[in-house]
T-cell receptor, first 110, second 112 residues
Framework: DAKTTQPNSMESNEEEPVHLPCNHS???????IHWYRQLPSQGPEYVIH?????VNNRMASLAIAEDRKSSTLILHRATLRDAAVYYC???????????WGAGTKLIIKP | DTEVTQTPKHLVMGMTNKKSLKCEQH?????MYWYKQKAKKPPELMFV???????INESVPSRFSPECPNSSLLNLHLHALQPEDSALYLC???????????FGEGSWLTVV
């Protein structure tokens, strides 16, 4: 079964870019790469997703390696409100299953 | 603000009690989910309803009983729970075939 591997935690300074890595070496061709984040005492929140090409939205950018075995979530200018656990997730387009990574706790220093 | 509303936010129940968790969404989503999340762990899928029919049951013990009365509501009936069932229970919804899943804020359950 496919799985994702993420660092347990990362620290960054406020107003600097943050690069959150994820390895998914056993990804299959139909798996989408999703990122969700979970702020303290809240449910997970969608951040971004992609299949093969890099993606940008108002929250973040997703850079996907050419072989799709890894990806990086990029927060261009972190704020204190971005402190959360960020989950890298694989989703098979054919069903409702999400394969969650263990999550990276992002700490933002003022 | 989340558009998936869960009640109650906190619930304490004894092992012999019967209680229910409720979830509501008005986004027109026809897929609804229950997840269980323990501290410092990612959410674990419990049940998926698609068009008000149970489509996935991840081998959840029968003391958890889901119900989908209509396309906007999802319930989780709880009976004879164990202390290890204490967790955050998350409801979520999405379009069928949609890529974005919307989560509620969760119901914190403590079994004593």
């Amino acid at each position: 079964d496919a799985k994702t591997t993420q660092p347990n935690s990362m620290e960054s300074n406020e107003e600097e870019p943050v690069h959150l890595p994820c390895n998914h070496s056993t990804i299959s061709g139909t798996d989408y790469i999703h990122w969700y984040r979970q702020l303290p005492s809240q449910g997970p929140e969608y951040v971004i997703h992609g299949l093969t090409s890099n993606v940008n939205n108002r929250m973040a950018s997703l850079a996907i390696a050419e072989d799709r075995k890894s990806s990086t979530l990029i927060l261009h200018r972190a704020t204190l409100r971005d402190a959360a656990v960020y989950y890298c997730i694989l989703r098979d387009d054919s069903n409702y299953q999400l394969i969650w990574g263990a999550g990276t706790k992002l700490i933002i220093k003022p | 603000d989340t558009e998936v509303t869960q009640t109650p936010k906190h619930l304490v129940m004894g092992m012999t009690n019967k209680k229910s968790l409720k979830c509501e969404q008005h986004m027109g989503h026809r897929a609804m989910y229950w997840y269980k999340q323990k501290a410092k762990k990612p959410p674990e899928l419990m049940f998926v309803y698609s068009y008000e029919k149970l489509s996935i049951n991840e081998s959840v013990p029968s003391r958890f009983s889901p119900e989908c009365p209509n396309s906007s509501l999802l319930n989780l009936h709880l009976h004879a729970l164990q202390p290890e069932d204490s967790a955050l229970y998350l409801c979520a919804s999405s379009r069928t075939g949609g890529n974005t899943i919307y989560f509620g804020e969760g119901s914190w359950l403590t079994v004593v």
